[in-house]
């Protein structure tokens, strides 16, 4: 299958070659009805190019607006990992924090803190991916529906 982008550049750069050779020609040539046909040949060569370059420029903005949407959905899905993790580290510190401060209050149950401190150590790698997973799911599914 054939790049169109791939063709209009081939096609772009053939125009440009043929129009410099064309105006090689028309400089070298003494003949008036000689120099007026390749000046013709020479503007058909130009116009041709400018259709070229138009049609090089719609092909390449689908791929620029796609650039751009992959950059913002790597920004977002960036922001959104670290604002997860973020509230993640806290919540756990906030109950890391509520267990020591029942160990400090009732000495006589350090199994209820270690048993925290194993739930936590267990429990952290699941609870963080599912954090992040549930912030940017939604990112995922407005930048898929926009591209559809």
């Avoid at 503007?43 to 950059?71: D, N, S, T, W, Y």
């Avoid at 806290?90 to 400090?104: C, K, S």
Wanted: hydrophobic share 40%; aromatic share 6%.
């Amino acid at each position: 299958m054939l790049d169109d982008r791939l063709v209009v550049e081939v096609m772009a750069r053939s125009l440009v070659e043929r129009l410099q050779r064309l105006e090689r020609a028309q400089r070298a040539t003494r003949n008036p009805a000689q120099a007026e046909r390749l000046m013709t040949a020479s503007l058909k060569e130009m116009h041709a190019l400018e259709r070229a370059l138009r049609r090089r420029e719609e092909l390449a903005k689908p791929r620029q607006e796609l650039v751009g949407k992959c950059k913002e959905f790597v920004g977002r899905v960036f922001q959104a990992t670290k604002d997860a993790c973020a509230a993640f580290i806290e919540d756990y510190l906030r109950t890391m924090d509520d267990a020591v401060n029942a160990h400090l209050a009732d000495y006589s149950h350090p199994e209820r803190l270690v048993r925290r401190m194993s739930e936590f150590q267990r429990d952290w790698p699941k609870a963080m991916r599912q954090r992040v997973s549930d912030a940017i799911r939604p990112i995922w599914q407005e930048t898929m529906a926009t591209l559809r």
